[in-house]
Each structure stands twice: as structure tokens, then as C-alpha cells.
């Protein structure tokens, strides 16, 4: 039996409502003695580490919490008592056990999100912390709320294959990381195991000719663009990394590039430039530098400063996959949704968001047949909603299993 077994959901979700409503707080004692350590981890600027603490704990509100898990199990009272599921009237919802989940290196919190909903599953949770200690310090504020989430919610750090948790004994192992981590992490693992991944994914924007109506359109798209482009330097599976830009409006691809260069300019004072490593300022330099020499030879346009600390290069080669370099963007003209599509799959991007200026029919198409898990404006890339299916996975389902009860 875990340690929620017999702690009706309700009571569970309103005390993690209620411990992350204290954290969305950014006068939060325990928040702010964390936002240096979290700076320091990730090399974000403090206005980044404080966006990313306020959309992560604002999303966490109790009557979102609840939405999802009726959304998905029927009811918020599956796993309290049996309740109608799919015409099975004896069908209930049990915790899968045990859980571990393993969080990535750069994005703040992803842990905390499947933790909470492992948690509103009844199930027991072990997260790898990092060096921050974010999750334990979250974990110990939900302990506040409940006492049964001081034993059923817990972190830890481990860095090297000595100091590791064997993952064998968990009934489910959750993991973000690349598609070599992943798959080291799924070759440790039991068959009675349940493996949820979270591999590394891309999101892609396109602006249609009727957005791009005119200039005051333009320059609102594209402050909303330069904001999903520069946040986390563009290290998350919903910064924008490719940009589309339909040809026929009243505004071209080449103006809205300038317009877009000059939001990103002001976006970095709202959201300065982290701290980046010889290597990351060195390439980002040389695809400047490369960009610059096939403008000069009348190939595309490139956008940049002295210090490359951003970088938007217009009509790119299409056989180049999209930078994946800090605040660096590639702009492609294009005559239809059907030429992002095969860009897409020529470069087999697996997309996690799309964002679109307009709703077009044929556009919205494209990017669902791209492989995009979710649609938003320019802006809200980085906005995520609770219920979104992050990497096209449910929120709570994999964490439970149904049973049927004895008659």
C-alpha cells in the first residue's frame, strides 16, 4: 500500500494546489533562497529563472489539477472508489505503485509536473534532483500541506553509476533526456516496468500572408516570436527553433525578419542573455560568420550583432537542419504549409509545439500532420497548459491502472 492509498484525491490536489499557489509567490522565503542556486545550474539570468517559477507553480492550481484528472480517469473519485469507466460500472483506478522520475538537465522543474500527478495517483515518488534542489524543496512545502507527502514524495541527487538508484524496483520509471540517455535508462529496466520517455523535440512557428496584413501586425507577431525564441536560450522542447514565412503578403519575409531581429534586441531586455560556454559562443559565432558569407555571395539575409548574442538567418539551405544554437533561428520563405511540412520530414524534426499566426485550415493541417502535439499563438509556446499532453502523453493515465472489483 503507498503512502496516499487512503487519502481521498481531493484532499491530495487542493494540498498540492496550495503549496504551489505559496510558490507562485515570488516573495516566498524558500523561493527565493533557491533563485541563485537555480541561476547558478542553469546559467539562465534571474528574469528567465523567475518566468519559468511563475508559469510552472501558476499552472499548478487546484481546479487545473482536477480538470485533468477527470478529463482523463472520468472523475477526480477513480481512485477513491469505483466509478463508471467505458461501461464498466466495477472498474477502478489504482495507483501503479512506486514511481521514479529522472528530470533533465536544463529545463526548471520538468520533474515536478509528472511528480504531482504520480502523487494525485496515490503513488509513492522518488525524483532525481539537480544541484538546485528545487523538487526537494517543493517536496518539503507539500509536506507542510499533508504530512502522508513526507513519506510518499521524495528527492534525492545522484550523479554518478555508484551513488544511482536501481531502477529496477519502481513499477514505473519516468525519464527526459536525449535518445541516448533514454535508451541507457530503458536497458536497466524490468519488464513489469512501466518506461514513460521524454526524448528531445523541437518546435517550429509559421506566419500566413493574411497575419502579415500589414506592419503593426508584423511587428506584434514577431515580438511574440522573439519571445519564444530567446527564453531558456532556446534549449526547450518549446522554443522556437524554424520559422516559416509565407510569400504574398503585405508584409515579405525579408521586412519581417528585420522587424523580427529588432524584437529580439528588445526582448533581451526583458529577458537578458544567459551565461554560455566557450563552445556554444564559438559555434554560434561560426554560423554567423557562415550566414554572413552567403549573404555576401546573394544567399539569404542574416540578422545579428557584434557579439552574436542572437542570431536569425533568412532562407537558410534547406538541406540545413535548424541551428539548435542559443537565441538562433532559421527563417524560411515559403508558398504553402505543404514546404514546412517537407522541411519538417526531410530533417525528421521530431515537433513537440507549432505556433501559428493565423488558423488557417491547410496550415493547421500541416503542422498536425508535421507531428506538432500542440497548436499556440506566438507567445504562448512557452505557456503550456496543464492538460497538454506534453510529448503526447497523458498526464495521470500512465500512472494508474484499472482493476475490476470482485462480485
Aim: glycine share 6%; net charge negative; proline share 6%.
Amino acid at each position: 500500500m503507498t503512502a496516499l492509498a487512503r487519502t481521498p484525491v481531493r484532499r491530495i490536489v487542493r494540498a498540492i494546489g496550495d503549496a504551489a499557489a505559496r510558490w507562485a509567490d515570488a516573495d516566498f522565503p524558500p523561493r527565493v533562497q533557491l533563485l541563485d542556486r537555480i541561476v547558478e545550474r542553469t546559467g539562465y539570468t534571474t528574469p528567465v529563472v523567475e518566468y519559468a517559477l511563475d508559469t510552472l507553480f501558476s499552472s499548478l492550481a487546484t481546479d487545473a489539477i482536477e480538470a485533468v484528472i477527470a478529463g482523463e480517469l472520468g472523475s477526480t473519485a477513480a481512485l477513491d472508489a469505483f466509478t463508471p469507466r467505458a461501461g464498466r460500472p466495477d472498474a477502478q483506478a489504482r495507483p501503479v505503485g512506486s514511481v521514479c522520475i529522472i528530470s533533465s538537465r536544463t529545463t526548471i522543474g520538468v520533474a515536478i509536473v509528472p511528480a504531482v500527478f504520480a502523487l494525485a495517483a496515490k503513488c509513492d515518488v522518488l525524483v532525481k534532483d539537480r544541484e538546485d534542489a528545487l523538487v526537494s524543496a517543493f517536496f518539503a512545502t507539500l509536506a507542510q500541506e499533508l504530512d502522508a507527502f513526507a513519506e510518499a514524495a521524495r528527492a534525492r541527487a545522484w550523479e554518478s553509476e555508484h551513488d544511482a538508484v536501481d531502477l529496477a524496483g519502481f513499477d514505473a520509471v519516468v525519464a527526459f533526456g536525449n535518445d541516448a540517455t533514454l535508451e541507457r535508462i530503458a536497458s536497466g529496466l524490468t519488464a513489469r516496468t512501466r518506461f514513460i520517455p521524454f526524448g528531445a523535440r523541437a518546435s517550429i512557428g509559421y506566419v500566413t500572408r493574411e497575419a502579415l496584413a500589414d506592419e503593426a501586425a508584423a511587428a506584434r507577431i514577431a515580438r511574440d516570436a522573439a519571445r519564444d525564441l530567446v527564453l531558456y536560450e532556446t534549449e526547450g522542447c518549446l522554443s522556437l527553433h524554424a520559422l516559416f514565412i509565407e510569400e504574398g503578403g503585405a508584409i515579405g519575409p525579408a521586412t519581417f525578419a528585420a522587424l523580427l531581429a529588432r524584437a529580439v534586441e528588445r526582448a533581451a531586455v526583458e529577458f537578458p542573455p544567459g551565461r554560455r560556454d566557450a563552445r556554444a559562443a564559438a559555434q554560434l559565432a561560426a554560423a554567423r560568420n557562415l550566414a554572413a558569407f552567403r549573404a555576401a555571395a546573394g544567399t539569404g539575409r542574416v540578422f545579428s550583432d557584434a557579439q552574436a548574442s542572437f542570431l536569425a538567418v533568412l532562407d537558410p539551405p534547406r538541406s540545413d537542419p535548424p541551428p539548435f544554437l542559443p537565441r538562433a533561428i532559421a527563417l524560411h520563405a515559403v508558398d504553402t504549409p505543404g514546404d514546412a511540412l517537407a522541411y519538417v520530414r526531410e530533417h525528421a524534426i521530431p515537433l513537440e509545439a507549432a505556433a501559428l499566426a493565423e488558423p488557417r485550415e491547410d496550415a493547421l493541417a500541416a503542422m498536425l500532420a508535421a507531428g506538432a502535439h500542440r497548436i499556440a499563438a506566438f507567445g504562448e509556446l512557452q505557456r503550456p497548459p496543464l492538460g497538454g499532453n506534453h510529448g503526447g502523453r497523458p498526464r495521470i493515465a500512465e500512472f494508474v491502472t484499472w482493476t475490476t472489483r470482485d462480485v
